[in-house]
């Protein structure tokens, strides 16, 4: 496609108006496609957490760490947390995936014209993944503070409601909110990772194809693509977010010392070091590039049963917004 002149009028471009149902059907299948990868995922994220907050555990394998906990606490100290897992992102997969497809819609918008929308599509995915993911984590973070204390703190409580129930009475909402900030600190990246990144493996890959060859891709394909494009971007959302995780969990568990929390975060980020920052990096990258393509996947799939429309895409390779 020949390049637009300076001089050259700006094309117009059609921004679907997408509905109250659509938004709810976007929702929906944001919130099944995280609670079940979330869920599915919740005996790794147990060793992880373990990782990043036992010393003993530190310098142990995602393998060696499972054989650790199995052996001293029984197989079903693998599904710990499971509960405030699967209800936690319930709530907030549907909250980030309805709210990136809005706001992604909404910078478009903004941006005014197709060459506009192209231009500055990384800010519009960067923009849109932040945004998207500060309110999702507005719902998350009482549910991740739940699962933490489970997981770190064997004999906190038996399960969801009395986790939930015994972290509020004990310490209330500032207890229930005390990781928002580091939460706020590592989902952002993530988010940030998770979508920049799989927009930019789509377009990379179209990029090289013919117009012919994307409308005849088999489903194969497609699905090769996709998956593909998930496990990099699952990739790049757990080292962008490593060192906010470990944080989180260290906050969660109650370490750190008194003041505010950039205070909290600086002296803790301090005794860590660099290289305790990104314990447990290896497990975590395994268990997210998994996660992310998986809830790619799922999203697509139960977008489609349900006959939500597709989402905007503002690709580079046709120079044009996409519906």
């Known amino acids: 496609m020949a390049e637009t002149t300076k001089d050259a009028p700006r094309l117009p471009f059609h921004v679907p108006q997408f509905t109250s149902k659509d938004y709810t059907s976007f929702f929906f299948a944001g919130a099944i496609c995280c609670t079940l990868t979330h869920g599915g995922m919740t005996p790794i994220d147990v ?63 903004i941006a005014g014209d197709q060459e506009s929308a192209v231009k500055y599509r990384t800010a519009i995915y960067l923009g849109a993944s932040s ?39 004990e310490e209330g909402v500032a207890g229930l909110y005390a990781g928002f900030l580091p939460i706020l600190c590592k989902q952002i990246p993530y988010a940030i990772g998770q979508f920049t990144v799989n927009e930019f493996c789509h377009e990379l890959a179209f990029r090289t194809m013919s117009e012919e060859t994307k ?19 699952g990739f790049a959302a757990a080292i962008l977010s490593q060192p906010a995780d470990t944080l989180l969990s260290q906050i969660n568990k109650g370490h750190g010392p008194q003041g505010s929390m950039p205070h909290r975060l600086r002296v803790l980020a301090q005794q860590a070091g660099f290289r305790g920052l990104f314990a447990g990096l290896g497990p975590r990258m395994i268990m997210t590039a998994g996660l992310v393509s998986g809830q790619f996947l799922l999203y697509g799939a139960v977008k489609d049963a349900l006959g939500a429309p597709p989402g905007l895409e503002i690709h580079k390779e046709d120079s044009a917004v996409k519906t």
Not at 84 to 90: K, R
Not at 219 to 231: D, E, N, R, V
């Open 131 to 169: 945004v998207a993911e500060f309110f999702a984590d507005i719902l998350l973070t009482p549910l991740e503070a739940t699962r933490i204390r489970l997981v770190s703190q064997r004999g906190y409580a038996t399960g969801l409601m009395t986790g939930f129930a015994r972290l509020a009475r």
């Open 47 to 109: 060793v992880k957490t373990r990782i990043q907050v036992d010393p003993a555990m530190a310098r142990m394998s995602l393998l060696s760490g499972g054989r650790r906990i199995v052996a001293q606490e029984g197989p079903a100290a693998l599904l710990t947390g499971f509960g405030p897992t699967a209800v936690g992102y319930l709530v907030q997969g549907g909250a980030k995936f309805a709210g990136y497809e809005f706001w992604k819609k909404t910078f478009v918008e």
């Open 215 to 233: 409308r005849s891709l088999s489903g194969p394909a497609k699905f090769g693509i996709s998956l593909g494009s998930g496990i990099i971007a």
